[in-house]
């Protein structure tokens, strides 16, 4: 049974481009990316909420005074 010419061709082509194709995982290796961020440990992480969350405030947020003003008014002016 004879192979029909155009199925050879293709045959042939794939087989081309299986072969270009291998050399892209080569080129990774001399790729330079830039390195994974380290995680942080755990008592990196402990620090980082103990000054976010426990460390006590010299000023006060816009937004916190915004929602105490109205806190207020409501309260004393009986919205």
């Known amino acids: ?12 082509q794939l087989s081309l481009l299986e072969t270009e194709s291998d050399n892209w995982i080569d080129g990774i290796l ?3 990316r830039p390195r994974k961020r380290v995680k942080p440990t755990d008592d990196e992480r402990r620090t980082q909420l103990e000054e976010e969350f426990l460390t006590p405030s010299h000023a006060f947020s816009t937004e916190w005074l915004n929602k105490l003003q109205q806190y207020v008014d409501a309260w004393f002016l009986g919205d």
């Open 1 to 12: 049974m004879a192979i029909p010419e155009v199925l050879v061709d293709t045959i042939n």
């Open 30 to 32: 001399e790729e330079r």
